[in-house]
């Protein structure tokens, strides 16, 4: 339904609401599903970082997956995180994603020990020949000490192995240099994690975000999508500037203390973390919620769901 040579857009990387006991919140994943898909956006990566996936027992990962599986109803294309410290434990998180409809997964290395280029090559190489879905590389350095070459990732696109990759380190010289190293491969889908550069990322041929702020103000980024896709530059810049001061407001504490804050300020799901992430101080709070007041993004429209 989805070729994944073709998604692209705003794709939130989806809190995991939890209830005080640590498990999940089925109501309030449905209703963080619903609030993101009304606001337009492209689609949806449940048990990302900003999903807490690596914090979560696997009766918990399949529970929020399987929720926002049934509240999305094939409407957008479903792309599965898997941070996992092993090979066969990734396998396994594969064939679940596969199971719930998945139309691809972002994977990220195994994190403890750091892989050099080689060690990516297999790792990815193993997974793809175990996977019957499309593989977008998760790049995270600061939290797997391992950063995919630019030329690495081009080699795998070229063989199949991979369809593309999220960027999440933030360091626009190297994102640059992966959109360089796949343009000439136009199925290859390049995604930022960063949504303070996304303007920055479209304007050099990415194929859009997978970022935590999509989950606060979905709406402000899509506007920002649209308004790129419509070479209304004045707009996307002004939206990109509320989007930047809104990020370094809510990557505060430890990730997603900030993004799990905002959407209690805002009525869609309790503040509860995965352990042992602790909770934001009063202050820092505080500051969230003015962060959340100058984006405009209110309570209201976020408690109607």
């Not at 294309?77 to 941070?83: A, H, Q, S, T």
């Not at 090979?87 to 409809?101: I, K, M, N, Y």
């Not at 199949?160 to 343009?183: E, M, P, Q």
């Not at 979905?218 to 990020?247: G, H, I, K, M």
């Amino acid at each position: 339904m989805f070729g994944i040579e073709h998604i692209g857009g705003i794709f939130p990387a989806l809190a995991t609401p939890l209830l005080p006991d640590g498990q999940v919140d089925v109501p309030g994943m449905r209703r963080l599903v619903r609030f993101v898909l009304d606001a337009g956006v492209h689609g949806l990566v449940p048990l990302g970082s900003t999903g807490e996936g690596a914090l979560l027992e696997e009766r918990e990962r399949r529970t929020a997956v399987e929720a926002v599986s049934v509240e999305a109803a094939n409407r957008v294309p479903l792309v599965v995180g898997i941070e996992q410290p092993t090979p066969d434990s990734a396998r396994v998180e594969l064939r679940a994603a596969a199971s719930v409809g998945a139309r691809a997964v972002l994977l990220a290395p195994p994190a403890y020990i750091p892989l050099d280029q080689p060690a990516l090559l297999r790792f990815y190489r193993d997974m793809a020949a175990a996977s019957s879905l499309p593989i977008l590389v998760y790049n995270i350095p600061q939290f797997t000490q391992a950063s995919m070459h630019p030329l690495t990732l081009a080699a795998l696109v070229e063989e199949g192995a991979v369809a593309g990759i999220k960027d999440s380190s933030g360091d626009f010289n190297y994102h640059s240099r992966v959109l360089a190293a796949t343009r000439n491969h136009p199925g290859a889908r390049v995604f930022t994690g960063a949504e303070t550069m996304l303007l920055a990322s479209l304007l050099m041929g990415s194929a859009g975000t997978i970022c935590g702020c999509a989950n606060v103000v979905p709406a402000l980024c899509v506007q920002l999508f649209n308004a790129y896709r419509a070479a209304d530059l004045d707009t996307a810049r002004s939206s990109q500037f509320t989007l930047l001061e809104l990020a370094n407001a809510l990557l505060t504490g430890t990730l997603p203390a900030g993004f799990k804050t905002a959407l209690h300020l805002m009525g869609l799901c309790g503040p509860t973390l995965a352990a042992p992430v602790v909770a934001l101080t009063p202050e820092q709070e505080q500051a969230v919620g003015r962060a959340l007041d100058r984006a405009g993004a209110g309570t209201s429209a976020a408690m109607s769901h």
